[in-house]
């Protein structure tokens, strides 16, 4: 999608260790006029697959999950990252391994909101090494509902997350793909 | 807002220990046309006020932001609950006991997305004991930026939070205002 592969140049920040920060539009600030056309972007790429629901996990897939559901006219449910007093114990939970924040989480959907004719398209903002992703996918088939596909916002495609979800069979849209990266030379995308 | 509590009456699930979990509309679930109508109002009540900027706190308050945003044409900040990697150290922190997790978190916004040009809105799902709303207040003023107001969907208004920021010279603007609730009796609006 050119009018992200733009905005990712213009206000990406480039740091060591493959860091992409696209905090100023994406991830702590959101241009929500921005946001907003990349969710009718995923509409026009899932608009014939009956997404009847879009699943997300916080905090950063929430804000485009919700945008983007605008355009489906589903609701969104996120996945929590811990245990608090206020979800019930009758959840789903996966590992997942957080490689931004160096920890393991559990990440756990209610049962209630996860069922066998769900049609889930899940959305979130970055797939690098598909720890997430993964384990969004295994909430939703632990429940007997279907993966619609993934709408990623920008993949590292350099990191082995798009591969290896692809070969489970999941479709995985991404409206910027980065090939290479690097503070000095730039972004290259595919 | 009559339509809320209608909801938070039909949905809702009160708990002990003055736990009300609106988990099926609010903050799991979201509910993206409900959840923007409570956006719409927020707009109403603060239409006059210049608002350049929302602030919210992750998670639970990012798709109420990004939904309200949209009515006054603004960004949304989201203030996150811990240092990670991808955030600069060039931060405003505020300490935040969280009465839901038990904890103690330090939030933070960079200080390149909120200055003294900017007059914000914070929005958020839930004001009990004000906490979160109170460290969120200090980030603003820290920065040299103006409060304009609060808007939070639900008020526990038998907890002292509500009051205490009132008195704080801050407007608060709350779509339904607890005034007691019970398992057994359920809930009294204000």
């Known amino acids: 999608m050119k009018l992200l592969e733009e905005r990712i140049v213009k206000d990406g920040l480039l740091g060591t260790g493959n860091v992409l920060k696209v905090d100023s539009f994406l991830n ?12 009718q972007e995923f509409k026009r790429l899932f ?13 950063s897939g929430i804000g485009i999950a919700c945008l983007a559901a605008q355009y489906f006219s589903v609701p ?10 206020n979800i019930s114990g009758d959840v789903y939970t996966a590992t997942v391994e957080s490689y931004t924040h160096g920890i393991i989480n559990t990440i756990l959907v209610s049962k209630r909101f996860i069922g066998p004719e769900d049609r889930i398209l899940i959305i979130d903002d970055f797939l690098a090494n598909g720890a997430a992703l993964e ?6 088939r632990d429940a007997g509902a279907t993966v619609v596909g993934a709408g990623i916002v920008i993949e590292k495609a350099f990191q082995a997350g798009g591969d290896r979800i692809r070969s489970m069979g999941v479709r995985v849209e991404s409206l910027a793909r980065i090939k290479s990266m690097d503070p000095e030379t730039g972004i290259e995308f595919i």
């Open 76 to 85: 969104v449910v996120f996945a929590k990252k811990s245990k608090t007093r």
């Open 28 to 39: 702590h600030q959101i241009d929500v006029a921005f946001v907003s056309q990349l969710g």
């Open 135 to 140: 384990g969004l996918i295994q909430l939703v």
């Open 47 to 59: 608009h014939d697959c009956d997404v009847n629901k879009i699943l997300t996990i916080e905090a």
